[in-house]
């Protein structure tokens, strides 16, 4: 849908402007009435705060006439429309006025709903081609100096470069893609999309000088304002901000961050800027996206940080793999919170990267090891970059992913398992934990869930009907089946993949399980070699 084209009526006669205000269905002909006024002084005042791009004014109107306002306006503006309202003896003055640039002039008198409904027709796609053209041509010109590798002349736009400016830059949340999966096309919004909605947003207070790229995700918006010695200004411009995030959002169903560099700066030293300060642009994914951050102007040098300063990579850190067995879920809760207030604070890509893609996989690996399911599978498919995408915004929204991904596993976990006694439950899981361990024994089982080794075999047989030693196998062998009908690895990384030290021992465990060597359970079309 495209945006309302603006409009201010300026007429002293209140009758006047209550007919031309209500004759027509102003939206339905593309406009939005913004602003009326009695006469030109106060028109004037208006349309430095509303920057309409239409305006319909009466000659005649005490304190200051039509022709000064327009004057006025035309000092600084030659592309807002303004249509003359005029009587037959003011005819004269309607002629002068094109001096100044009026668009149309109307005879009040013979003003109808079909003749005012015929002139904004006509004017709408005047005004609207104009202003495309405006920033096609600037986008296109600046583009390619933003987009440049170095700080290269423009001689052509030099003087509007040095030009001070309010800056926004706009810039599309996309996901710290820690599946390592190819970004889907559908999820990024086509930067002439973002373009094209940005340049028919309404900018109240502001006069949008010109939008271009900054790389394939930011887009920059410079704007002007007649309000710069005010206080309200700086509130204006985040107002507007806010505006542009929800308005977006609104468009897209994407998340976007918008920045506000929180002083005036020229197009020249805003890339000098982005070029000497990318990291500030990845501070989000640690505060947080989709909301109005504030970039400083000038910037202090990004520090980097050490990451083995916050613990990665030491015994203390501890492996996702760690964190997965930990029985208790207060406890695995504690440890990524733990852990991602240290990457928060450290505010390092390459740590918050590395660890969620630790746990991403330590959480596939276990959906993988389990027998086969109709509800593993739904989970499995459910940690896909397709299906998870917007949880992985920002560190905050990762670490409440990998809660609530850990809780649904335990949860698959108990309900593959609750018939059984709360001894031989913990025992299952703990093997479904643990059987790639090549030294997994019956005694660190036993040991788990603190009973002697003679109970524990007992019970077990009890209640599932075949020794403990059998069932490790049988999980291992059905995991090694789930690996070679993935037909991405070879039989002796399967071997070590699920818990065997010799090549010669699995296949013998494979055999009496399934009645064929590995090899032969792939050439029988059992598995899909690679």
């Known amino acids: 849908m495209t945006e309302l084209i603006s409009v201010m009526i300026v007429d002293d006669e209140r009758l006047t402007l209550e007919d031309l205000s209500t004759i027509i269905d102003w939206e339905a002909c593309g406009y939005r009435i913004v602003a009326t006024a009695f006469n030109g002084r106060q028109g ?51 002629k002068a006025a094109i001096r100044l640039g009026i668009t149309e002039y109307m ?121 710069d010695s005010c206080g309200d200004s700086r509130k204006a411009l985040y107002d507007c901000a806010e505006h542009i995030r929800s308005r977006l959002r609104e468009r897209t169903l994407r998340s976007y961050t918008v920045y506000v560099i929180d002083n005036r700066i020229s197009l020249y030293n805003l890339k000098r800027y982005c070029d000497e300060n990318k990291g500030v ?24 940080t050490d990451m083995k300063s916050y613990g990665y990579g030491t015994k203390e850190w501890g492996s996702a793999q760690e964190i997965m067995e930990l029985r208790d879920r207060k406890e695995r809760m504690e440890q990524l919170s733990y852990r991602y207030g240290k990457i928060t604070e450290a505010q390092d890509m390459e740590l918050l990267l590395s660890f969620s893609r630790d746990c991403y996989y330590a959480l596939l690996n276990a959906y993988r090891s389990l027998p086969g399911s109709p509800e593993q599978k739904a989970a499995e498919k459910a940690l896909s970059l397709k299906n998870s995408w917007e949880s992985w915004l920002d560190s905050a929204k990762i670490r409440e992913w990998l809660i609530r991904q850990f809780d649904t596993y335990y949860g698959y976990l108990q309900t593959e398992v609750n018939h059984y006694s709360k001894p031989v439950m913990s025992v299952i899981e703990y093997i479904y ?49 789930k690996l070679m009908e993935n037909g991405n690895y070879k039989i002796y990384e399967i071997c070590s993949r699920v818990g065997y030290h010799s090549s010669q021992y699995f296949s013998q465990a494979f055999f009496k399980e399934v009645g064929m060597f590995p090899t032969e359970y792939v050439k029988k079309g059992k598995g899909l070699p690679k």
């Open 281 to 304: 642009f990845q501070k989000k994914y640690f505060t947080g996206t989709g909301r109005v951050c504030t970039l400083e102007y000038p910037i202090a040098s990004v520090k980097h």
């Open 44 to 94: 004037l005042r208006k349309y430095k705060e509303f920057h309409p791009q239409l305006i319909l004014t009466d000659i005649r109107m005490p304190f200051m006439d039509g022709i000064e306002m327009i004057s006025e306006i035309r000092k600084n503006d030659q592309k807002t429309s303004i249509v003359l309202l005029t009587a037959y003896e003011d005819f004269g003055y309607a």
């Open 107 to 227: 005879i009040k008198s013979e003003i109808t709903a079909e003749s005012l409904t015929t002139l904004l027709q006509r004017l709408n796609t005047h005004i609207i081609q104009r202003d495309q053209k405006d920033m096609i041509v600037t986008d296109r010109m600046l583009e390619q100096f933003f987009l440049s590798d170095h700080l290269a002349e423009a001689p052509d736009m030099d003087q509007f470069l040095q030009r001070d400016f309010h800056i926004l830059l706009v810039e599309q949340d996309l996901p710290v893609n820690i599946s390592g999966e190819t970004l889907l096309p559908e999820i990024p919004v086509p930067k002439v999309k973002t373009v094209d909605l940005l340049s028919h947003f309404a900018y109240i207070g502001w006069m949008l000088e010109a939008i271009t790229s900054l790389s394939d995700r930011q887009i920059v918006l410079a704007l002007s304002s007649r309000t």
């Open 433 to 481: 934990r643990n059987y790639r361990n090549p030294d997994l024994s019956l005694n660190d089982i036993a040991d788990y869930v603190h009973l002697s080794v003679g109970y524990l075999s007992g019970a077990f047989k009890k209640e599932v009907g075949i020794t403990l030693k059998n069932y490790i196998t049988n999980v291992r062998i059905e995991a090694a089946k």
